[in-house]
């Protein structure tokens, strides 16, 4: 992952900032020891991997920012506890 460009300012939708959350999300497949290898190259000084239950992501932070990417759905069971909710009503929608 070379060039890692986030605007830590914009608030709203950024093609810039989608495609680095993009490119975290991929690091978040790789092997902790590649991907930590990659965040640092990147700028960021802290990387965390982790592995809860069936949740796997990392965390990367710098001074600016910190920046945590989970692994998508990609198992069958994952889906169906993807799948596995109720809808309600409630005040915030």
């Known amino acids: 992952m070379k060039n890692f460009e986030f605007n830590t300012a914009e608030y709203g939708f950024n093609l810039i900032n989608a495609l680095g959350c993009a490119r975290a999300s ?5 092997d902790s020891v590649v991907a930590e290898r990659a965040v640092r190259r990147c700028g ?4 965390e991997a982790f592995n ?3 949740h796997f992501g990392i965390v990367m932070g710098n001074a600016e920012m910190v920046l945590i990417a989970f692994r998508g759905t990609d198992e069958l069971a994952d889906w169906r506890n993807n799948l596995n909710i ?3 009503r409630s005040p915030l929608g």
């Open 52 to 54: 809860r239950d069936q």
């Open 44 to 47: 960021f000084d802290r990387f």
């Open 26 to 30: 991929l690091l978040a497949y790789k």
């Open 86 to 88: 109720l809808f309600k």
